[in-house]
């Protein structure tokens, strides 16, 4: 009988530990991250090395994840892409350069208006312009060997031989990844670095970013007092602003924040007036 009892509180707290773990946990592309202490040996980097850092920078850097999820359904699925180039390549509508998927992969990053996939247009273009930043561009900034080591990455998940070659600075831009990735960095001083790093200006027009996934913030402060602010940043879906879609305003902005840069960031939207709106 104790046995019995014990069976069956322990297959209940397996249960109970499942359940949370489908609650709480996003599905997502995890490539395996690198042991900790890998060493880089600049001079022979491997292509399982160059796959990982593409990787890393689809997680991190490049904020691919904020838009090509399961979860917002904003941008078609990033492991399934490879498969869709020749379909891609042979649609009636590309008017692009791209030859291969090599040169796709790298077009779709650069000039992602150069096709747009259908149904996934910025709202009224008619699907002749993406809502997809330029990854090299200002609000995310990635290197031409970050740019290659994503090829490679969506390349081996998609389960096609890659076709780049690894770059002579490959194991430098690995570094830079590893670095940006460290605990313990030192809070941004500037709202401006604070809004490009947290690439602000993907989703959102503020601060000279043309991001049209989320509301204009170009005037927030007219309407907007820095309670909701504060909320609107930490918990995003608290209110949904009207004509725009849940869940898709990444909401760990608290954990990734310091104090100082949530308040340094409210004060300035709550600071954004507009032309011609009174303070
Ligand atoms: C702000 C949202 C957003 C971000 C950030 C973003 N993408 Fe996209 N991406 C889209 C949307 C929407 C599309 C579909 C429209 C189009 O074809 O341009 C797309 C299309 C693509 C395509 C073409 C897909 C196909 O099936 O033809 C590739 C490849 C791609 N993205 C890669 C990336 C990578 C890699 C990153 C990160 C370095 C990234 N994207 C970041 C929104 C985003
Ligand atoms: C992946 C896209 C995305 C990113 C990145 C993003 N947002 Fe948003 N944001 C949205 C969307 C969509 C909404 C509208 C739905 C909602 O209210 O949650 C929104 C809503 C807001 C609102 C409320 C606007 C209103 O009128 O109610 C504020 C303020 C805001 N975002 C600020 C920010 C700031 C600051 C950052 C960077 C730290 C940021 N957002 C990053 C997509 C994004």
Redesign the pocket.
């Known amino acids: 009988m104790r046995n019995l009892a014990k069976t069956v509180f322990f297959s209940l707290l397996v249960i109970l530990a499942f359940a949370g773990f489908a609650n709480f946990v996003v599905p997502q592309l995890q490539p395996a991250a690198p042991p900790e202490d890998e060493v880089l040996d600049l001079s022979a980097m491997t292509m399982d090395q160059f796959v990982a850092l593409g990787g890393r920078?689809?997680e991190g850097k490049?904020?691919?994840m904020?838009?090509?999820n399961e979860v917002g359904g904003?941008?078609?699925p990033?492991s399934e892409?490879v498969a869709?180039?020749p379909v891609?390549l042979a649609d009636a509508r590309y008017e692009g350069s791209a030859t291969d998927s090599a040169s796709y992969?790298y077009e779709?990053?650069l000039e992602?208006?150069a096709?747009?996939?259908a149904g996934?247009?910025k709202a009224g273009s008619g699907d002749t312009e993406?809502?997809?930043?330029n990854?090299s561009g200002s609000s995310?900034g990635?290197s031409e060997a970050e740019i290659l080591a994503?090829i490679a990455y969506?390349q081996d998940l998609g389960g096609e031989d890659i076709s780049v070659e690894i770059p002579e600075d490959a194991g430098a831009a690995a570094e830079d990844e590893e670095e940006e990735d460290g605990e313990g960095r030192e809070p941004f001083e500037t709202v401006e670095e604070i809004i490009d790093e947290f690439t602000c200006g993907?989703?959102h027009m503020v601060a000279g970013e043309e991001?049209d996934?989320g509301p204009n913030l170009n005037a927030i402060g007219g309407s907007r007092a820095h309670d909701y602010l504060r909320r609107a940043i930490l918990d995003p879906n608290a209110d949904i602003a009207e004509g725009f879609e849940a869940d898709l305003m990444p909401d760990d902005y608290g954990e990734q924040m310091f104090a100082s840069e949530l308040e340094m960031l409210i004060d300035f939207l709550a600071g954004l007036q507009g032309e011609g709106s009174e303070p």
């Open positions: 920078v689809v490049g904020t691919c904020l838009c090509h904003r941008a078609p990033l892409t869709q180039i891609r992969l779709s990053m992602p208006s096709f747009v996939v996934f247009g993406s809502p997809m930043p990854v995310i990635m994503v969506l993907a989703c991001g996934l």
